[in-house]
Structures are given as C-alpha cells and as structure tokens.
C-alpha cells in the first residue's frame, strides 16, 4: 500500500536530492553509480563517477582567480567517507585551468585538497579519530595506509596549532628517541615548565639538531638559560657553541639509566660469569635483571625477599645496588655545599669499591659534576 506524505511522512528523496545531501561536492554532479568487482583479497566498494557541472565557476588553485579556459582534463579517484560502512571511491573528473597569471594549474575544491586523494571531510574524519587512537587503528579502520593517516594528521595538526611559538623560552629539555627499526633516531625539544613541545627532529647529532637553534634566532639563543639533557657529548657540544652562557643540566632519570647500563648490568654479567661451575647460583644471578635496575617502591613484597637473599649472597651486585639508590639522593640537595660534601662522599665510596665498571662510572660522571649540580638552581 503506498504511503502518501504527510508532516509526519514526507516525501521521499530522489536520486538527485539524495546524491545531494550525501555528496555535498560543489561543482560537480553524480554521474554513473555502482559497485567495484567483488575480490576475495579486498573488502566490496562503491563507486561514484563525478561529473563537472558545465556552469560551475571555475577558480585557480593557485591565486584564486576565476578562470574559463580548460588547459586539461584527467580522471582520480578519491576516498570519501563509507556508506553505511562500505568504503567509497569516487572517480573524479580534475581540470587543470589556463591561468593567465599561474599557467596550467589545477581548480580550486572546496571539499578537495589541492593534491589530496581523499576528501576534506574524510580527513576531517580521520584526524578526529587519531587524536584519540593510534594511527595504524585509525588506518585500518578506514582501510587507509598509516602514511596517508600519519600526513593527514600532521596537517590537521599544523592547521589547528599553527607555528610553535618559541619567544620566551628560557629552559629546554632535548632527549632522542627511536624510530622505524633498527638504530634511527630522532630528537624532541621541550619547554619543561610548560611541558610543550618545540620542536622534533630526525637524527640526534650536532648537525640535526642545528635547525632549532636557527629557530631561536640569535636573541632566542641569547635568552637561553638552560638546557636538560642525558650526557650526549653531542648535545652538549652544540648546546655550548649556540648558547655559551646556559647551564648544561643532566637529569636524574639519565644518569639512572646509563648508571643500570652500564654498572649493574656489567656487574651483573660480570658475576654470572665468575658463577658458571654454580649453575644454580649462575641462574638465579642471571635472572635478576628487572629486579636490581625496578626502583625499591616499586618491587612487590614476594620479590623483595628474593631481591634481599640476592643481596645478601653477593657482595658486587649489593654495593652497587645501594650506591644506586644513594647517587638518586644528591638530586634532593637544595645547597650546593651539602650536595658537593654528599658527592665527595659517594665518590670516595665508589672508588674503593674495587669495581672496575662503578670505579669507570665515577669517574666519568665527576667530569660531568657541574652538570649535576646545577639541577639544584632549576626546578621545574
């Protein structure tokens, strides 16, 4: 029985109302429509064929100008958002204009970046979803390559944040971490105060990191009071030729880090070697990795007992092991005399240890001392 319309019931749409309302591609109208051949290995799309309007105004993607003249045609396809969750591929006729002021240059879109192969609201849709997912979700949700998610975001990011402004920075912290696979690395510049972002680069050395302090601009590099950093010679290398008059600051957490590298690891082989005709001992030395290098709070109540039947059973592991947790206190100091009275201290400790990797460790981190110390003038 057919319905006929009422306030409650309008009519329903035509083809062309409804190509309308979910199109919205100004310029253009909806030519052939159907589905691209059912393929066992990819997922059923549809596709659209979008013809250009002939009275449409045609404007230069370049300076904006209207344009008459047609320099070429050419045929793209272009993602839009799914129907009702099928992907859609649209096959769009792009005309390059004769531009009296830019050349052959493509027209204008709204709803399409100038070299875009998915549409505005699509990427619209995608860099919503990536502030709250991570890209390779967001790319397989949508059936796009994480390289297209990855450019899309950055863009909405430039777009909505614009430039980072580096005026009235005083204190930086710079810090590598990798990339892809294998050893490639890249290095972040942060406003510790703030906790934001300035600026990221690919590559940790003197070279890469250059281009930030260009940034700066010679009163930037001037205003610079301080820069956190683990103790890369290169950082601090460049650091001291851009801006000699800020403190060099070495953070807790690296000096922690390489203080497990490369004193209680080291030990730590050192005596599971020394143990090889003790296979049980061996083992249980080991095995005890995460164990000696997790902070004390943070080891459970079954494993502390473990930990201290460790200890207590090898005298290495348990001078090193507590010298850790001492070298922690001198970032507590307030005064510079009572930290330099403290680190003299641990110092003389260290070295009468009789441990070669510790005994190494110090002596290394004494040259770096000023480094240390000033952490006590700068908190953040």
Known sequence: MKREPTADHPPPLTGAELAELLGEWKGYQLGTVGRLPVDP??????????????????????????????????????????????????????CRLACPCCGPKLEHLDWLGRYQRVTRRLAESVARLARVLPLQHVADYFGLHWGTVKAIDKRYLEETLGAVDLSGV????????????????????????????LWVCRGRGREDIRPFFAALGPEGRARLQAAVMDMSEAYAEEVRSQCPQAEIVYDLFHVAVKYGREVVDRVRVDEANRLRADKPARAVVKGARWLLLRNREN???????????????????????????????????????????????????????????????????????????????LRF
């Open 299 to 377: 080891i459970a109540r079954e494993d502390r007992v473990k930990l201290t039947e460790l200890l207590a059973a090898n005298r290495a592991l348990a001078t090193v092991y507590v010298l850790k947790d001492d070298l922690k206190r001198l970032w507590d100091y307030t005064y510079e005399g009572a930290a330099q009275r403290f680190w003299k201290e641990w110092y003389g400790r260290a070295m009468r240890s009789r441990i070669e990797p510790l005994k190494k460790f110090a002596r290394n981190l004494k040259d770096r001392l000023g480094g240390i110390l000033a952490l006590r003038f």
């Open 41 to 94: 290995d990819h997922p059923e799309e549809i596709w659209l064929e979008l013809r250009p309007c002939p009275e449409r105004v045609k404007r230069c993607s370049g300076c904006q100008q209207c344009v008459d003249a047609v320099h070429d045609t050419e045929e793209r396809w272009i993602r839009d958002l799914p129907i009702l969750g099928t992907p859609v591929q649209l096959l769009v006729q792009r």
């Open 170 to 197: 005083e204190v930086i912290a710079l810090d590598e971490f990798a990339i892809q696979k294998g050893h490639r690395y890249a290095t972040v510049f942060v406003e510790p105060r703030r906790k934001q972002v």
